[in-house]
């Protein structure tokens, strides 16, 4: 079965106290976040991690706090989350080659990741039959990952031991409705098993 796994806005911004818009607890799932992505590279599984980059003045931060400034500390990933043949793809429209790329950094200046234009054409180019999904915050960034996942009609697994959440009830309310919706929930060591 092929599969495709999602690194949802780990960044320093959102996963380490000091962070702009620090996630509780975020920075604990980082040792799984890694051991999700490494895996990945090792099975050769593609990994496409969406990373928020912002302009100063996005309109996204009419709603958020600053955040994930373009080519500010708080914009990269952390280190042990990054693999090494990796390939940013910007959120406007560009001819996109996944050739020998273990990790795509999908640019996006809105919380939905399906905002980025070249996210339809990855997918249908990885004509994946699995969709692994994990990161922050689970009720914003991550459900909107999740559930248009799910849009695709494929199997769509949420890794709870690596997400946290802001809200831990709506958090609670978001995985109730994705699994009624056909999600599946699982954990980083029964994906890497």
């Given at each position: 079965?092929?599969?495709?796994?999602?690194?949802?806005?780990?960044?320093?911004?959102?996963?380490?106290?000091?962070?702009?818009?620090?996630?509780p607890?975020?920075?604990?799932?980082?040792?799984?976040?890694?051991a999700?992505?490494r895996?990945?590279?090792?099975?050769a599984?593609?990994?496409?991690?969406?990373?928020?980059?912002?302009?100063?003045?996005?309109?996204?931060?009419?709603?958020?706090?600053?955040?994930?400034v373009?080519?500010?500390?708080?914009?990269?990933?952390?280190?042990?989350t990054?693999?090494e043949?990796?390939?940013?793809?910007?959120?406007?429209?560009?001819?996109?080659?996944l050739?020998?790329?273990?990790q795509?950094?999908?640019?996006k200046q809105?919380i939905?990741?399906?905002?980025?234009?070249?996210?339809?054409?990855?997918?249908?180019?990885?004509d994946?039959?699995?969709?692994?999904?994990?990161?922050?915050v689970?009720e914003?960034?991550?459900?909107?990952?999740?559930?248009?996942?799910?849009?695709?009609?494929?199997?769509?697994?949420?890794?709870?031991?690596?997400?946290?959440?802001?809200?831990?009830?709506e958090?609670a309310?978001?995985?109730?409705?994705?699994?009624?919706q056909?999600?599946?929930?699982?954990?980083a060591?029964?994906?890497?098993?």
């Open positions: 079965m092929s599969i495709v796994f999602f690194d949802i806005d780990t960044q320093i911004d959102f996963v380490y106290p000091a962070g702009a818009l620090y996630t607890g975020a920075e604990r799932t980082l040792p799984a976040v890694a999700l992505n895996y990945a590279a090792g099975h599984i593609p990994l496409i991690s969406t990373m928020d980059a912002h302009a100063e003045d996005d309109a996204e931060f009419q709603q958020w706090p600053h955040h994930c373009v080519e500010t500390v708080g914009q990269r990933k952390p280190a042990n990054l693999l043949r990796r390939l940013i793809v910007p959120s406007e429209r560009a001819g996109v080659s050739a020998g790329i273990q795509i950094l999908l640019e809105h939905d990741c399906f905002t980025n234009r070249n996210l339809a054409s990855m997918l249908a180019a990885l994946a039959e699995r969709f692994v999904v994990y990161g922050v689970t914003v960034c991550v459900k909107c990952a999740a559930f248009g996942l799910l849009k695709t009609g494929k199997r769509v697994e949420i890794v709870t031991d690596a997400v946290r959440c802001l809200d831990e009830k958090a309310k978001v995985l109730i409705e994705f699994r009624e056909g999600g599946h929930l699982t954990t060591a029964n994906v890497t098993r």
